[in-house]
């Protein structure tokens, strides 16, 4: 099946010229806009997305193909079956976004795709290097007998998808349209980073499951966007990695198993409770709860 993705490259670059321009025309004092550094890390982290995507692709398709081979089920690849292909996939899609916001060993993988402050269409280009933690969110589509090009291809037209709704030049849309679809409203909010509209917004093309499992939030203010706390490099393999290096560190400075599997698979914003033995004989302080505070998009 086509390769959606290569084949809207030179749709991409078009529309990134056009915005650009746009901003040179009519300048936007309330916008994030361009910024050239971050407009060239977020274009050379999509390009070598590609590269690593490639590398990635040869023990995942693998798996798939076993998977596939072992059910017994086929779904035949006709025009209604891929429509229902793309909607089974952008629901498994919305649980691996979820997931990749609250474990933060995934989100060390998806916080690349925040790190800009920015929010234009070079920001959708900004894509991980390691996205080897989403496969297997996607093997029950496989094993319900859906071949693995197949997925490919449903999962390439949920990236174009996304490509048009980073963007602040395009407002509301009709209501029906932002009830059910995912629109550039709704995915500014995503990608904010103010407390309110952390952690939502789900979505890949449909809405709608972020109305049904209760993620979703509309913009009612301006967003800031980034993280929570903000990296301050374009080196494209510091934002590749640099979460992973931090979990190294707070591995390195755990102090038992418990903290360890914290650090690594509960949200990005937890701490591990005060130790109650130290401080021994001081009074009291207060201290986080024992399950730490929410998971928030944050890098250390």
């Not at 998977?67 to 498994?92: A, S």
């Not at 929010?119 to 071949?147: K, M």
């Not at 904010?192 to 709608?208: E, K, M, P, T």
């Amino acid at each position: 099946m086509p390769d959606v993705v290569l084949w809207s490259i030179p749709a991409f670059i078009l529309l990134t010229v056009v915005e650009i321009v746009s901003y040179r025309i009519h300048p936007d004092e309330d916008a994030a806009g361009y910024e050239t550094k971050d407009a060239a890390t977020s274009i050379g982290m999509g390009l070598g997305s590609l590269v690593f995507d490639a590398l990635w692709k040869i023990p995942i398709v693998a798996i798939y193909a076993a998977v596939y081979e072992l059910t017994p089920l086929r779904v035949p690849v006709v025009w209604w079956t891929v429509l229902l292909m793309l909607l089974g996939q952008d629901f498994f899609y919305y649980w691996s976004h979820r997931g990749h916001h609250v474990i933060r060993i995934l989100w060390a993988c998806h916080v690349v795709h925040h790190s800009s402050k920015k929010f234009n269409l070079s920001t959708a280009l900004r894509q991980p290097w390691t996205s080897w933690t989403v496969w297997p969110f996607y093997v029950p589509l496989i094993a319900l007998g859906v071949h693995p090009a197949a997925l490919a291809f449903c999962s390439s037209a949920n990236l174009v998808y996304q490509f048009w709704i980073h963007t602040e030049r395009i407002g509301k849309l009709p209501r029906p349209v932002e009830f059910v679809f995912n629109t550039p409203s709704h995915h500014r909010v995503h990608h904010a980073s103010q407390g309110s509209y952390l952690d939502r917004n789900f979505g890949g093309i449909l809405i709608v499951w972020d109305r049904l499992f209760g993620s979703f939030t509309p913009e009612t203010e301006p967003c800031v966007f980034g993280l929570t706390k903000n990296i301050s490099t374009y080196n494209p393999l510091r934002v590749a990695t640099h979460e992973y290096a931090a979990i190294g560190r707070d591995l390195r400075a755990a102090r038992n198993w418990s903290e360890r599997a914290g650090r690594v698979f509960r949200g990005p914003g937890w701490r591990p409770a005060e130790d109650p033995t130290e401080g021994a004989g001081l009074p009291e302080q207060p201290g986080p709860s024992p399950d730490g505070p929410p998971a928030q998009r944050v890098t250390s």
